[in-house]
């Protein structure tokens, strides 16, 4: 049984993710970061994209610590500004042939964010 914080998962309920590439946003803390541990827990190359790289790293060494063959990469991304948007995509195209999971986790909270194309 693996448990991540107050949530367990039998072992048995996620199969083996060896081979998948994942993205999740936001998953520097809370239920993006259960999610970072329990795809790379089951051998799932995670890209973590958020904000603050800083927290990235943070976040990273934390799931390493607890899985060491767990490969984990940092893209910083801010999701109000479609440039930032665009390089992150950029970037992960750059390094990446495949994404098989996305998980869209990180929230706006601005009602005025203006998006330039």
Not at 60 to 71: D, F, G, T, Y
Not at 90 to 102: G, M, P, V, W, Y
Request: aromatic residues 6%; proline residues 2%.
């Amino acid at each position: 049984m693996v448990r991540f914080e107050t949530i367990s998962y039998p072992d048995a309920a996620v199969p083996s993710l060896e081979g998948k590439v994942a993205i999740i946003t936001g998953a520097n803390s809370g239920l993006g970061k259960i999610n970072a541990k329990v795809l790379a827990s089951h051998g799932c190359k995670v890209y973590i994209m958020s904000r603050n790289m800083e927290k990235i790293h943070e976040a990273i060494k934390e799931i390493q610590q607890e899985h060491q063959s767990a490969v984990l990469e940092g893209i910083q991304c801010d999701f109000t500004d479609m440039e930032s948007v665009v390089n992150a995509a950029q970037t992960f195209k750059a390094k990446e042939t495949r994404l098989d999971i996305l998980i869209l986790n990180n929230t706006l909270l601005y009602s005025n964010v203006k998006w330039r194309f």
